[in-house]
DNA sequence: TTGAAAGCGCTACCAG
DNA sequence: CTGGTAGCGCTTTCAA
């Protein structure tokens, strides 16, 4: 592959007048930008971007970091940053960091190594203290999903508490009495978070959800699928389903329907998340909704300027974010007694 | 952050000697390694794979171009080939295309300036001449979801006119005789072939599909709707409906039983792709398995086998999918006259 | 077993 | 306006 040196001297120049016209620097004549641009077309030169990077000490990518691609929550994540670096003219260098400590650290490593100053962390596995160490380390990474209070201005998270509140709160209002409740599996402090939250606005209006109706699962589809089995299978009576995730969700609901019960009329069952599925489903689903992107996007741009030293004016308060219930046909006034 | 000189200086040895414990090196003394180890710890060393790159003329970066993050076909992709990538220890450089020429071969050319010398494209609006030129001057770039006969070894994709063919034998083994179709707007091959295909095999039974009967639209959820609004409004019946992806097929669904339509008791209902949300779509959708995980893991081998000079073994003919049929529940025998 | 030194491709500074 | 050149961080001969 042609080099800066082949052009120059295939043009008669020099280097320094080639990197001058391909860098559009200034004090350039135009005979010398046209002769250059002509041999860069013949030679098909396209500049490097590593070597770049090294003398410049800053590199055009932009890192992501999310366990997993396939999950559409996460698709929709790397797509805000990827949204953001397109408009910095910024590569996306994406890592999975599967859902554990080793994987994460070695994703973030990866990054660091390609010398990526902008990153956006999705991490649930590594320890406050090892993120806080990086996030020293590294000028401009942020966390996302995460809430750490000595690096407070470096996190973009949601309120999970107040959304599982908010779930109830419209249980609650629909005359709901019995509760039932899928969580995820996985030890990340999301899934407790949103069931204490959801417990705790309960037990203020009397109500409790019994042990026997709570199931974890994994968080997707079949996880839905496989906690419903369960929690019919205790042979407990319930109204309202509050699932972890949307996915979880349409899981339950199908189980629930191949089982014979009607969605919303023998239960109510909301999400969380309104993913973009979640309003194709059938009955659409009532769901709290995680601006997941737009967050992303929030995210990246703090990195961004974090890396650029550019003075930000985000007050923290702003970094957190607040789930909002969004109300379709899979919830409704309770009919049993 | 600390170079190898750094390192080098604190331990007091050379540099040569630092990359040699770094890159696990022969000939090095135990006592120096861990004399250098521990330097590197405490510096908190990481080598910078720019320079790396800069001076071994190979990155560790596996590029792959797509059109968007957000629909799950493409994430599924892009998920293959990450997961090569991990098992190469390489880290994914991701640019997506939207659906335009010049973004797209924006991206391809971020991914060339990153000297990423492995990498999967997904291309629609290229060329086939600028494609094979860039194929020429990439030896790693394989095409996936595209057929150019002059690189077909260069090319993983799908039988898009078989697929469109088993669509219609499915139907026609239903005695279905009213056909519609939903298309997809865009200008690219693989409507068209679908279509083509579904149309050829209807020809061979003696049945056509009226002119009136085949709409286009966005290729996700909210295109089905619109499209099948249409289709309705046209007030022609039909009981059989082949959709060109699984998106728009759960949005054709939506609307037709929103319209009083029982699927697939009075139109059967067929998609494309089988993405994972066909299982759990009421009622579960019958569709085309379109292996395109599995594409992109080959894909990106294939890939890093040319990059890497690798006599490769795999014969064209394996380069070609045929997609699959998966009869689920949203096609049955025509019950109409 | 180790070190010195020559670049990899590029930018930016300093002269001219 | 242009050219020469140092040096970014690293690997890899070649000598020692």
Redesign the interface.
Known sequence: ?ATIKDVARVAGVSVASVSRVVNKGPKVSKKTIDKVTKVMNDL?Y??????R??VMQK?T?MGVVIP???D?FF??L??GV?QVA?LQNM??????GQVSAETERQAI???????CDVMVIHSKKLSDDELIALTN?VPGLVLIDRYIKQIAHRCVWLDNLEGGKIAARHLLALKHQNFACISSKYKIDDPSLRLQGFENELNAADFEIEPTLIEYGEPN?QGGEITTQKLLASGKKFSALFVYNDAMA??AI?TL?DNGYRVPTDISVIGFDDV??S????PKLTTLNYPIEEMARQAANLAHQLANKTPTINEDEHLKHIPRLVKRESTSLNTQK
């Open positions: 592959m098909a396209t500049p490097n971007a590593n070597a990077a090294l590199s990518t997993d691609l396939t559409p698709a929709s790397a797509n990827e397109r590569q996306l260098l994406l890592s999975t490593n990866l990054l660091i190594e390609q010398r380390k589809l349409i899981g199908s329907e973009l599925l309003r194709y489903s059938r």
